[in-house]
């Protein structure tokens, strides 16, 4: 083509453009911002784009109109045919002029940002333009507290702003320390945002993108019977398309929702569609909601259909953006099937301008007439849940860089390829009021049509409801885009290094709950969010004892609260109520057990008696404990149907409660009666008389004491050996202390030093009183007894020999002692006693029986020495009588014998009758000869 061909036909296309632009009829297409100052006294600036004529109107013609009943003008400036500027008064000064500010929307519903309706004239007002905007006046919301007020450096917090004022947006951001996230509307007193991950624990700064900058009209789906409906002729669904919607899911995990969908009318769902886009239907992990798209014909025998994608619970409530991309690269093929069918196109799917999964490529083309396009629902079933604004439908297909040019853009429905564009704005919508309810403001049934402002082939009309129902959605405010606000309120926010737990204790407790569990770890914060949660279960507030400390309490278990059997739950630990730590091990309930009886039911006050608790469903944690009353006692042995503890020292007089409980806090509800009591004050009356007897017999061998030493020198008790008589009545005393350990209630202790004392006693005395008489034996049977012999029967060595006597005692007494874990024996009344196991009496007794014999043997080798003052055969064979009589009658009655009183008789009688007959009978003789001697002389 020539340079002068090609200038032609550029003038030619521009003379096109300006008699094109001569042409089209002034309108205006959006004002930027849309939204007015919420200082609410400055006025703002509106920057205007449309159609306003190829050249500037005159002087003082071009204004722009603010009302609808009473207007008020205000002059515009021209800048070119598609761009001009205009100054919006503030809201007050259009009221004091008379104009009509519309504070409801159609459904009679005040509105949290009222309008009013702007329009232009190029001639002063002789004439207005074909449409109008609305012109909104928000409220500056007020931003009050955060909640929770912290979160861990990790971020992923979401934080509840509350405040007034809050309007719905699609623009709503938070800047943490300046860090950006997306956050969600909920209602008009708070939002969510999530904390963006931080560096290290800091107290920062929060802002929140509030500040209305353009305000939307959208409409809110019920998900019950809502949908809006409109016929599109097929020429204008093109095989290349981009389907564009802005939605808030309300459920986007759970169940099918159609969020638009165009089919044959008439037809039966899912079949002969162009194209669809349904989200909701729940995925196998329960926490995803997909994304269906495809088109299909012929009966639905050519599907192409695939689930792009997956939402999960962060979108709700969210607004979202998803762009439906069909690109066509061969139009020509309409059926085709088998594995040979080669690709004819592709769908793409972007939300908020990502591509949500790798493209899906199709075989088959669409080829049908005439189709309804439902908005909100697939034919009329599977209703969604939610809100929707500015739906269109281009006929190209949009690269991702053009989607996400197109989330930044206000869509006016007048850009270049724009098919339908629905915005839901009052100026593009048709409401007419059927019938109004009892109060005749608020409508009953009505018709609402949503215009579509552009090709001038399709209908323009978006049914809301279609046929004869009247299915119409909520109306409903959103910020499209906002600003932050100029000066940010103060809204902290607490960065922490996140917590751990390490232990915690007791890790049992039963399903009842109320176990109080001690936590150990690091970072607790004291706070109203520091909370815990066993398992599933609701969680709890915790006590904060200090930033390694806090204590739970365990709920109640059942199945639903848990949703599991199990009864080994983990233990988690949060700062903020919402995220939380959890512990490497387990908390685990069991079946609170049951008590059924205890034995002995009685026990001592002094305690350290060995009482079985019976029940069932017992288990031996760390945790289990007895409980007399409140008083807790590790136990000995744990079954499952018994437990053995000792009794504390510490126990009220009187009867108490006999339970157990597996936490060590939770006593069992089946509870049997334990008495504890004084068993002193049951022998009382016995003792004292006991103690009388003991008073006497102690003064005597301590006269006998007195005597011995005065009279060493006499001959008489020279040669009874006075060295081995002081032994003999140091023996008197170990069997008098004997008695005196017996007294009080029994304990480990008390019986230990009166079984040693008793034993011992025996042996310090009857061994003197053998080795005196083996002496006297060698002496007086030997005749040609010398020096050595002699020096081998002095008392030095003779003492060596009964102390050989005394320590083989004590080395019995000391296996006894080191190996017997039963000292006291406890009967059936609750009586406690000293015991002595078979085992070792039979070795003792054996002992002692060893020793009689040896001691009958001298006395009868002894008898017939005439020296009275030696020979002590007699009194020797007298003492080991009355021994082994007491040992033989008292070993029986002492066994099986089961009164308290009765047994501190027998073994005091016992010991002193053996004790004091002993040193009658060595001693009283002695003192009478001296006594005689002395007389003489």
Partial sequence: ?????????????????????????????????????????????????????????????????????????????????????????????????????????????????????????????????????????????????????????????????????????????????????????????????PTAPQGSAANVNIEVKSTPKHISMAHLFDGVNDFSVAPIPTSLLQFNLTVEIWFRPATPVGLIQALVDSCVPGETPETNCNFWIETGKAVADGIHGEIGIGHEFGAGSNQQYVYSGILDNTYKNKWTHIALVREVWDNTTIECSGSSCPFVGEYRTYVNGELLLPTYKFTVNTDFGETNTYVGSLYTTSFYNGGMDDFRILNYPMTQAQVQQSMEEVYSGFEDGVLVSWDFEPNNQQFTVLTYNADGVTPNTYTLYALTPSNVDVSRQLNMGGGTNVFIPSIIQTVAFADYPSSAPTLNFLYYTPETITTFAPMHGVVSGGTVVTIQGTGFLNSTYLYCRFGSATATPATFIDATTLEC??????????????????????????QFVVSSTNFTYYQAPTIQSVAPSQAPLAGNVPVTIYGSGFVNTPEFRCLFGVIAVVPVSVTATSAVCVTPDNLPEGAVVASVTIDGQTATTSQVIFTAFDQWSQIESTAVGIAIILGIGFVMVVCVHIWLFI???????????????????????????????????????????????????????????????????????????????????????????????????????????????????????????????????????????????????????????????????????????????????????????????????????????????????????????????????
Avoid at 133 to 162: E, K
Avoid at 557 to 568: E, K, M, R, Y
Avoid at 728 to 750: K, R
């Fill in 711 to 937: 009279n060493r020198n006499q001959k008489i008790v020279k040669a009874s050996a006075p060295l081995f008589g002081q032994f003999i009545l140091f023996g008197a005393y170990l069997g008098f202390g004997a008695v005196a350990a017996f007294f009080p209630t029994p304990t480990d202790a008390s019986c230990t030093v009166g079984i040693w004392f008793v034993f011992l006693s025996f042996t310090f005395m009857f061994a003197s009183l053998f080795i005196k008489n083996w002496r006297i034996q060698r002496i007086f049977t030997n005749k040609k007894l010398g020096k050595n012999v002699s020096r081998n029967l002095g008392d030095s060595r003779l003492v060596l020999v009964l102390f050989v006597f005394v320590a083989i005692m004590a080395i019995i007494l000391a296996v006894w002692t080191g190996t017997s874990n039963d000292k006291v024996e406890v009967q059936d009344d609750g009586f406690s006693s000293c015991y002595v196991n078979p085992t070792f009496q039979g070795i003792l007794f054996a002992y002692m029986g060893l020793m009689l014999l040896f001691g009958i043997v001298l006395a009868f080798r002894t008898r017939n020495i005439q020296d009275e003052a030696f020979n002590e055969s007699k009194m020797v064979s007298v003492a080991i009588y009355n021994v082994a009589f007491v040992t033989v009658i008292m070993i029986p009655l002492v066994s099986f014998t089961t009164d308290v009183r009765a047994l501190l008789v027998m073994k005091s009688v016992g010991i002193l009758f053996a004790v004091l007959v002993t040193v009658g009978l060595v001693f009283f003789p002695k003192i009478w000869a001296v006594a005689l001697h002395k007389r003489r002389a």
């Fill in 553 to 578: 309490t365990a709920p109640a278990f059942t199945a639903c609260s848990q949703s599991s059997d199990s009864l080994s739950i983990p233990v988690y630990v949060s700062n903020n109520n919402q």
């Fill in 1 to 193: 083509m020539s340079r002068t061909s090609r200038f032609a036909a550029t003038f030619f296309v521009a003379v096109l453009l300006v008699v094109a632009a001569a042409d089209a009829a002034p309108r205006i297409h959006q004002a930027q911002p849309n939204a007015a100052n919420t200082d609410g006294t400055s006025t703002t600036l509106l920057n205007l784009s449309g159609d306003f004529g190829v050249s500037a109107p005159a002087a003082g013609q071009f204004k722009c109109l603010f009302g609808s009943t009473q207007q008020q003008s205000v002059a515009a400036t021209w800048i070119s045919s598609t761009t001009a500027t205009c100054v919006l008064p503030t809201r007050a000064t259009l009221v004091s002029n008379g104009v009509d500010v519309i504070v409801r929307n159609y459904l009679n519903v005040l509105l949290p940002a009222p309008f009013v309706k702007m329009s232009l004239t190029l001639d002063n007002g002789a004439t207005l333009i074909a449409n109008w905007l609305p012109i909104f006046f928000p409220v500056a919301p007020a931003l009050s507290t955060l909640s929770p007020d912290r979160g861990p450096t990790t971020g992923n917090t979401v934080v509840s702003v509350q405040g007034a004022n809050i309007l719905d947006s699609r623009d709503l951001r938070c800047k943490f320390n300046g860090q950006e996230t997306v956050g969600a509307y909920v209602d008009s007193t708070h939002l969510q945002c």
